[in-house]
């Protein structure tokens, strides 16, 4: 498993030596000019509170929503439930087309914030979810039976061993938005992204872009660093005698008309409004003249993305599972320097990732260059953190002492992995498999790079799309989007509604 480790560690880290060593060719005193100018400092503002506005506000609306869901008495809680990890369903950048459409006005941080936040909340309410119905109540009844308070009890007993879904959820939220493009190129925000891919389009894999990406890299560290400090190091599965007990609902009482007010309105602007304008538009392309060449491809370009998005979430949670069990079985420091260094890559705009594997393969292994694995490769460098953070949390409740017992009574360590290990971590399994498959099947830059010539997907036909105004046209692939990912959504609720 270490060596697995290393060289996934490796590969993750392959495309940002090529990007560092494009930006070392201007020396220092070229790249001390570039980094030191004003419009560097602005970019690294305009980033700064993008994560400092939204991160916290997913971390909120997630984890609350998770609360109220599992752990109240919250009517119809598995349809609220399903509607609020829906959002997943719908690309960022298609509800920030929706917005646009809407209210051409809503631009600049304000926009970015909003979108960005509506569209990403899932990503910590669904493991805080999982793990809240794989807890056991044992403790916190014993510390209510020791005189605390309900809320007390919470605090110091439930809350903590939330701490890896919470951080996990936020560290892949701040990592979307280190990379995001698409939503801040259509609400006109400019960050280091939309800086990196505007300085590529102009100089195609010049210094000042590397100079750029390096500097994003150097905020993913801080992101990183501050995700094992909130993470911690306590151990949340359970090993004892005894069954698993699920915790009484609490009663909302008064709250219970503010609360179901609060889920309504936020399921009507992360949901009801991308879907509603996607079908307005949709509605109103049907009868236009173009509709049916749209349809003529539309076969083609889902069964391609289809195809990618399979083949990229099996590749990615299978070259995850090293590093996420050695992590958790060995804590060291390498452990922790190998899981953190695969999150790196995955904190730039695709387009840096792909015209670095562009590079490699030009000049290393040309018969690679625009292939499929090429671009599987990048998918799984890109949204590795997915399957890495999936992964994790489950393997973090799933006590290590069962693998112990497992190779005390005889088998090896392939054989415990197969017939202990992954039977315990399949629900994270399939879990990290839907969250890089729908990564996958909205990607741009990097498909637009790497993709064997007349390779398109509804991605890119969307964006290709939007990009000329017309939301009738792109209406359509915007749909499709949305049906396909409706069943991986619904999966990643059987894997909450199963959790135990």
Same mark, same amino acid.
């Given at each position: 498993?270490?060596?697995a480790?290393?060289?996934?560690?490796a590969?993750?880290?392959?495309?940002?030596?090529?990007?560092?060593?494009?930006?070392a060719?201007?020396?220092?005193?070229?790249?001390?000019d570039?980094?030191?100018?004003?419009?560097?400092?602005?970019?690294?503002?305009h980033?700064?509170?993008?994560?400092?506005?939204?991160?916290?506000?997913?971390?909120?609306?997630?984890?609350?929503?998770?609360?109220?869901?599992?752990?109240?008495?919250?009517?119809?809680?598995? %349809?609220?439930?399903?509607?609020?990890?829906a959002?997943?369903? /719908?690309?960022?950048?298609?509800?920030?087309?929706?917005?646009?459409?809407?209210?051409?006005?809503?631009?600049?941080?304000?926009?970015?914030? !909003?979108?960005?936040?509506?569209?990403?909340?899932?990503?910590?309410?669904?493991? /805080?979810?999982?793990?809240?119905?794989?807890?056991?109540?044992?403790?916190?009844?014993?510390?209510?039976?020791?005189?605390?308070?309900p809320?007390?009890?919470?605090?110091?007993?439930?809350?903590?061993?939330?701490?890896?879904?919470?951080?996990?959820?936020?560290?892949?939220?701040?990592?979307?938005?280190?990379? @995001?493009?698409?939503?801040?190129?259509?609400?006109r925000?400019?960050?280091?992204?939309?800086?990196?891919?505007?300085?590529?389009?102009?100089g195609?894999s010049?210094?000042?872009?590397?100079?750029?990406?390096?500097?994003?890299?150097?905020l993913?560290?801080?992101?990183?660093?501050?995700?094992?400090?909130?993470?911690?190091?306590?151990?949340?599965?359970?090993?004892?005698?005894?069954?698993?007990?699920?915790?009484?609902?609490?009663?909302l009482?008064?709250?219970?008309?503010?609360?179901?007010?609060?889920?309504?309105?936020?399921?009507?602007?992360?949901?009801?409004?991308?879907?509603?304008?996607?079908?307005?538009?949709?509605?109103?392309?049907?009868?236009?003249?173009?509709a049916?060449?749209?349809?003529?491809?539309? !076969?083609?370009?889902?069964?391609?993305?289809?195809?990618?998005?399979i083949?990229?979430?099996?590749?990615?949670?299978?070259?995850?599972?090293?590093?996420?069990?050695?992590?958790?079985?060995?804590?060291?420091?390498?452990?922790?320097?190998?899981?953190?260094?695969?999150?790196?890559?995955?904190?730039?705009?695709? %387009?840096?990732?792909?015209?670095?594997?562009?590079?490699?393969?030009?000049?290393?292994?040309?018969?690679?260059?625009?292939?499929?694995?090429?671009l599987?490769?990048?998918?799984?460098?890109?949204?590795?953190?997915?399957a890495?953070?999936?992964?994790?949390?489950?393997?973090a409740?799933?006590?290590?002492?069962?693998?112990?017992?497992s190779?005390?009574?005889?088998?090896?360590?392939?054989?415990?992995?197969?017939?202990?290990?992954?039977?315990?971590?399949?629900?994270?399994?399939?879990?990290?498999?839907?969250?890089?498959?729908?990564? %996958?099947?909205? @990607?741009?830059?990097?498909?637009?790079?790497?993709?064997?010539?007349g390779?398109?997907?509804?991605?890119?036909?969307?964006w290709?799309?939007?990009?000329?105004l @017309?939301?009738?046209?792109?209406?359509?692939?915007a749909?499709?989007?949305?049906?396909?990912?409706?069943?991986?959504?619904?999966?990643?609720?059987?894997?909450?509604?199963?959790?135990?």
């Open positions: 498993m270490s060596l480790a290393t060289l996934v560690a590969l993750t880290v392959l495309p940002l030596t090529v990007v560092a060593v494009q930006a060719s201007t020396g220092w005193a070229g790249a001390t570039f980094l030191l100018r004003p419009r560097i400092g602005e970019l690294l503002g980033t700064g509170a993008l994560l400092l506005l939204t991160v916290p506000l997913t971390v909120v609306l997630g984890t609350a929503a998770a609360w109220v869901v599992e752990r109240t008495a919250l009517p119809g809680a598995g %349809v609220w439930r399903l509607l609020l990890l959002p997943l369903a /719908v690309p960022a950048f298609v509800s920030s087309y929706a917005w646009i459409s809407l209210r051409p006005s809503m631009t600049g941080l304000l926009g970015a914030v !909003l979108v960005t936040t509506l569209a990403y909340f899932p990503f910590v309410f669904l493991p /805080v979810c999982a793990m809240l119905r794989g807890l056991d109540a044992g403790d916190e009844e014993a510390a209510r039976s020791l005189g605390s308070s809320t007390a009890a919470v605090l110091r007993t439930v809350l903590p061993r939330l701490r890896p879904a919470i951080s996990g959820g936020a560290l892949l939220v701040a990592l979307h938005l280190l990379a @995001e493009y698409g939503v801040l190129e259509m609400m925000y400019q960050t280091f992204t939309t800086a990196i891919v505007q300085q590529y389009a102009v195609f010049d210094a000042p872009g590397s100079l750029l990406a390096l500097v994003l890299v150097g993913c560290l801080l992101v990183l660093i501050g995700e094992v400090a909130l993470r911690g190091h306590a151990r949340v599965s359970r090993l004892g005698p005894g069954a698993h007990r699920r915790p009484e609902p609490v009663p009482g008064p709250w219970r008309v503010p609360t179901l007010v609060g889920l309504g309105l936020l399921v009507l602007l992360s949901l009801a409004v991308p879907v509603g304008m996607v079908v307005r538009w949709l509605v109103a392309g049907t009868a236009s003249d173009g049916a060449v749209v349809i003529g491809d539309l !076969l083609r370009v889902t069964g391609t993305t289809v195809g990618l998005a083949g990229g979430g099996l590749a990615a949670v299978v070259i995850a599972l090293p590093g996420a069990w050695l992590l958790n079985r060995r804590r060291t420091v390498v452990a922790t320097l190998l899981e953190r260094s695969t999150f790196l890559a995955s904190s730039v705009p695709g %387009v840096v990732v792909g015209l670095a594997l562009v590079t490699l393969s030009v000049n290393l292994l040309r018969p690679a260059y625009q292939t499929v694995g090429l599987v490769l990048a998918y799984v460098i890109l949204f590795l953190p997915r890495m953070v999936s992964l994790r949390a489950g393997l409740a799933s006590p290590p002492e069962l693998g112990e017992a190779r005390s009574l005889g088998l090896g360590g392939p054989a415990t992995l197969v017939r202990v290990v992954l039977p315990l971590t399949m629900p994270s399994f399939l879990t990290g498999f839907v969250l890089v498959a729908l990564a %996958v099947s909205t @990607e741009l830059t990097a498909t637009l790079l790497l993709a064997p010539t390779t398109d997907t509804l991605a890119l036909a969307f290709g799309a939007t990009g000329q @017309e939301y009738a046209a792109a209406a359509p692939y749909a499709v989007m949305i049906a396909l990912s409706a069943p991986l959504t619904l999966l990643l609720r059987r894997q909450i509604v199963g959790r135990r």
